[in-house]
């Protein structure tokens, strides 16, 4: 995982993922090696222990601020900003596993720590070195580890971190860096748990070392709790416990600790016959078919699956931090959105064969990150029986066995998921990439009332156009401007992709998993180009690049679109984003457009900002949150229906369509790329250049 940040060298980030060309990169990267002959194995984080998950919560939320910064950078420049609020685009640890596959790697998905599962791998294979950033790595007493921050490609030359040397320097043996590890503080052992420990360690250190001491003040507490370290063992010292004796802590540290340094223990460590058991099977399993759970274990250790090993296995998923706005009060955040696609996905995996019976099934918990989710414990969410047009098939026909009929079952199942049985008709009609983007972009609409005719325009029109184009086309596409509402939906629509891919592991891939990978159906800088020039108003030929095929398949698209959202209640609406043009009924004087584009812009983008003030939620995380599940209770109240009442139920409060509390002026413009450049000629046409 910690490869991800420096595989993804795209100049576009901010915009959903250049995903071409990242797999470009990849497969550059990966040639690199297998020219000199070495070998790549590959191991993502397949979970996320529960003993960690206070300090994944930690990090999330602290990803969170920099998220809030990064918004607040598009909507006040127009632009992306720096390297210092760099963000990975949504889903990429999702479906670079996916991609390292197609290009002939052998990856694994951990089915417990992952550093755990490398560095015994490594061992056991007595591998020339483990490629990562992770101190970690140092600590288990494994091969070599190797930084790859400090790799140069080009020469395949990098920095080794030497173990043996290390122990020599700080007058530890390779057994006794666990505990090191666990009471400097690492993903188990809370580093403010070991305060007192290290202080007084510190202290012994300087009455020790009077002199005046020289080097950071992390190396001297690493040097101070080493020597602390060291003192608990005598030389002739037999304590075959994990946590030594002379070490006076409580019973609940202890426990901490010794839990803490069981996690660095392979297989033939000294006492790593006391690591404990395994955990028990999770209330979920008495459910499933046996054969289910070995099959979901194999998919997800060959990173063949996405979501389903663990639902079926442990009863809990979750999802990272996306490019969500928390000052966006239009527009749900992707876990809301995508609720009711997982719930048909729990239902397909445990109540399928079940005879309907859900009273007696546990729910799933989910730890998904998201603006006013303040995490302190996991939504429960309960699964939905799948509603399918035919007898109920059991889960085990539909993964393992063949023939057209059960093929027919399992489209019927994915259909359903996204509540699309109507597009049955469309398989192989239309390429399977397209499928699977008509099928999510009907899902969005259905659950985003305030989704727009340009919005599914832009979506669309992407989709069919991505096929013809490469990677170097792509990255051709000058940008004039940023909009954050664009960001959003270019975020939202790749954690959706997510979500397609695990209703198709869930429903027996009735699609092939490769047409369902973001490089086949979607590029954020195009995505964000099309945007632009739908919210313009331009033509739909122009938004097709003028190809009278594209413009066909666009039009059959969108024609089953509307017709399948309007037998739900949902009608299209035109609400293009332009700083001065209406929505329904609201001004768009609240999206926050730079004021200095003034009226010659002619609608061609936006860039989003809510105001301060006027809205009934925006800074407290609760009172947002309780919002999202009051438009979740009217969703369930009726599916969609009427359309109208539901969208009034959550919009900000208004009295002729303007948002109450807005004083405050938009933000100054100082975008530089305002220039038009090319064939994508997006650029607003200026009388005077835009003030400073």
């Known amino acids: 995982m910690a490869c991800l940040r420096h595989w993804y060298s795209c100049q576009d980030w901010v915009c959903g993922g250049q995903w071409k060309e990242y797999v470009d990169g990849l497969k550059s990267w990966v040639e690199a090696f297998t020219s000199a002959g070495i070998k790549l194995v590959f191991f993502f984080d397949g979970v996320v222990e529960e003993k960690k998950r206070q300090e994944w919560v930690k990090r999330r939320l602290r990803v969170n601020k920099d998220v809030s910064k990064l918004f607040s950078h598009i909507k006040q420049y127009g632009e992306q900003p720096g390297k210092q609020l760099f963000c990975l685009p949504s889903g990429l640890a999702t479906f670079t596993p996916f991609a390292l596959k197609s290009l002939g790697q052998q990856v694994f998905c951990s089915v417990r720590e992952a550093d755990y599962e490398i560095s015994s791998y490594a061992r056991q294979h007595d591998c020339m070195g483990i490629l990562g950033q992770d101190s970690d790595f140092l600590i288990y007493d494994s091969v070599p580890y190797l930084s790859v921050a400090k790799l140069r490609i080009n020469s395949l030359t990098t920095v080794m971190y030497d173990r043996q040397r290390l122990c020599r320097t700080i007058g530890l043996s390779v057994t006794q860096l666990p505990l090191l590890a666990c009471l400097l503080g690492n993903d188990v052992v809370a580093e403010e748990q070991m305060w007192l420990i290290r202080d007084n360690a510190m202290v012994t250190y300087r009455k020790n070392n009077p002199a005046p001491c020289y080097g950071a003040p992390q190396g001297q507490v690493v040097l101070a709790v080493a020597q602390f370290v060291s003192s608990l063992y005598s030389r002739d010292d037999e304590d075959t416990q994990l946590v030594p004796q002379s070490l006076n802590v409580s019973a609940a540290d202890k426990e901490l600790l010794e839990n803490g340094i069981c996690s660095y223990l392979l297989p033939g460590d000294k006492g790593f016959e006391l690591v404990s058991s395994p955990p028990s099977a999770s209330a979920f399993e008495k459910h499933v078919h046996p054969e289910i759970l070995k099959a979901c274990r194999e998919k997800h250790v060959a990173a063949e699956g996405f979501m389903v090993y663990s639902v079926v296995c442990a009863g809990v998923t979750e999802c990272s931090n996306s490019l969500e706005d928390e000052e966006d009060t239009e527009l749900l955040p992707q876990a809301i959105v995508y609720k009711t696609c997982r719930q048909r996905v729990y239902g397909l995996l445990l109540l399928l064969g079940q005879d309907g019976r859900?009273?007696?099934?546990?729910?799933?918990?989910?730890?998904?990150?998201?603006?006013?989710?303040?995490?302190?414990?996991?939504?429960?969410?309960?699964?939905?029986?799948?509603?399918?047009?035919?007898?109920?098939?059991?889960?085990?026909?539909?993964?393992?066995?063949?023939?057209?009929?059960?093929?027919?079952?399992?489209?019927?199942?994915?259909?359903?998921?996204?509540?699309?049985?109507?597009?049955?008709?469309?398989?192989?009609?239309?390429?399977?990439?397209?499928?699977?983007?008509?099928?999510?972009?009907?899902?969005?609409?259905?659950?985003?009332?305030?989704?727009?005719?340009?919005?599914?325009?832009?979506?669309?029109?992407?989709?069919?156009?991505?096929?013809?184009?490469?990677?170097?086309?792509?990255?051709?596409?000058?940008?004039?401007?940023?909009?954050?509402?664009?960001?959003?939906?270019?975020?939202?629509?790749?954690?959706?992709?997510?979500?397609?891919?695990?209703?198709?592991?869930?429903?027996?891939?009735?699609?092939?998993?490769?047409?369902?990978?973001?490089?086949?159906?979607?590029?954020?800088?195009?995505?964000?180009?099309?945007?632009?020039?739908?919210?313009?108003?331009?033509?739909?030929?122009?938004?097709?690049?003028?190809?009278?095929?594209?413009?066909?398949?666009?039009?059959?698209?969108?024609?089953?679109?509307?017709?399948?959202?309007?037998?739900?209640?949902?009608?299209?609406?035109?609400?293009?984003?332009?700083?001065?043009?209406?929505?329904?009924?609201?001004?768009?004087?609240?999206?926050?457009?730079?004021?200095?584009?003034?009226?010659?812009?002619?609608?061609?983008?936006?860039?989003?900002?809510?105001?301060?003030?006027?809205?009934?939620?925006?800074?407290?995380?609760?009172?947002?949150?309780?919002?999202?599940?009051?438009?979740?209770?009217?969703?369930?109240?009726?599916?969609?229906?009427?359309?109208?009442?539901?969208?009034?139920?959550?919009?900000?409060?208004?009295?002729?369509?303007?948002?109450?509390?807005?004083?405050?002026?938009?933000?100054?413009?100082?975008?530089?790329?305002?220039?038009?450049?090319?064939?994508?000629?997006?650029?607003?046409?200026?009388?005077?250049?835009?003030?400073?």
Request: hydrophobic letters at 30%.
């Open 358 to 692: 859900t009273e007696d099934f546990p729910a799933v918990k989910e730890w998904f990150v998201f603006p006013g989710n303040p995490l302190k414990e996991p939504d429960m969410v309960h699964p939905v029986p799948v509603t399918l047009p035919c007898d109920q098939p059991s889960l085990d026909l539909l993964w393992f066995h063949g023939g057209p009929e059960v093929s027919g079952f399992r489209l019927a199942a994915f259909l359903s998921i996204f509540d699309c049985q109507e597009y049955s008709e469309l398989c192989g009609a239309i390429e399977d990439s397209l499928l699977a983007a008509l099928c999510l972009v009907t899902h969005i609409v259905l659950q985003v009332q305030t989704l727009s005719q340009e919005d599914v325009d832009a979506y669309l029109s992407q989709a069919v156009c991505l096929r013809l184009k490469s990677s170097q086309e792509l990255q051709q596409i000058e940008l004039p401007l940023l909009s954050s509402r664009a960001v959003q939906l270019g975020s939202l629509y790749v954690r959706g992709l997510g979500h397609v891919l695990g209703a198709n592991t869930a429903s027996g891939c009735p699609l092939p998993s490769l047409a369902l990978m973001p490089w086949h159906c979607f590029d954020g800088r195009l995505f964000h180009s099309k945007y632009l020039l739908a919210h313009s108003g331009e033509e739909k030929t122009e938004l097709l690049g003028n190809d009278e095929s594209c413009l066909s398949l666009f039009h059959q698209l969108k024609e089953k679109l509307v017709e399948t959202c309007g037998r739900k209640g949902r009608v299209l609406r035109s609400r293009p984003k332009g700083p001065h043009t209406g929505g329904i009924g609201w001004r768009d004087t609240h999206s926050d457009f730079p004021s200095s584009l003034g009226e010659s812009w002619r609608g061609r983008g936006e860039t989003k900002r809510a105001q301060q003030g006027g809205w009934e939620w925006r800074e407290r995380g609760e009172e947002r949150r309780s919002n999202y599940e009051h438009r979740d209770r009217l969703r369930s109240g009726g599916e969609l229906g009427g359309g109208s009442q539901y969208f009034n139920s959550f919009r900000p409060n208004c009295g002729d369509g303007q948002p109450q509390g807005m004083s405050r002026p938009p933000k100054q413009f100082r975008g530089r790329s305002h220039h038009s450049r090319g064939r994508y000629r997006l650029a607003p046409r200026w009388s005077q250049p835009p003030a400073p």
